[in-house]
């Protein structure tokens, strides 16, 4: 009999521990700045859509993320800047522009700007606490990226910008 009290409390604490709100959360470190997040979700959202928002994209020979100012050369300092800006970026300008007719589609890029606001709440954090570094190299990166999006009108840039999401979260992912 005392055995399976035993059980039952072992079994009740594991499926407790199981539904911790972070559970899906990683710690990604930006630089000196730490950041809980669950890319998984996200990405989930993002591959639920992706096909419907990149068919929408008429002008393949351009990225706004990508080579010949890749993410993926950031150095390890500058990295929570440039995230910041990324999150500040596809929250002020990105978002705001991705509406559909299909509402299954719109409540996906609803759901990933709601993670993109959580997390650049905390990176707006170490940022206005001085943790993060914004050296030259970040913020030319940056810059080109802005070039890349205001080259192109808003909805077009807007939509290209977030069918390029998985480059944005293969970065984060690579770089913790």
Not at 48 to 67: C, E, G, V, W, Y
Request: proline residues 2%; aromatic residues 8%; hydrophobic residues 35%.
């Amino acid at each position: 009999m005392r055995g399976s009290h035993l059980f039952l409390c072992l079994f009740s604490m594991s499926c407790w521990v199981n539904l911790i709100p972070t559970a899906g959360n990683r710690i990604f470190h930006f630089g000196a700045c730490k950041v809980s997040m669950s890319t998984a979700e996200i990405r989930a959202g993002f591959t639920a859509i992706k096909a419907n928002i990149q068919s929408r994209d008429p002008i393949r020979t351009l990225s706004i993320l990508s080579h010949p100012h890749s993410l993926h050369k950031v150095k390890s300092p500058d990295r929570c800047c440039i995230t910041h800006h990324l999150f500040n970026f596809y929250v002020d300008k990105v978002f705001k522009h991705c509406t559909t007719e299909d509402s299954f589609v719109n409540r996906k890029i609803s759901s990933i700007a709601n993670s993109f606001l959580s997390v650049r709440r905390k990176l707006g954090q170490c940022h206005e606490q001085n943790n993060c570094v914004c050296g030259e190299e970040s913020m030319e990166k940056y810059k080109q990226i802005l070039a890349n999006y205001e080259g192109l009108n808003v909805t077009s840039a807007a939509m290209k910008s977030l069918g390029e999401l998985d480059i944005l979260l293969d970065w984060m992912e690579k770089s913790r």
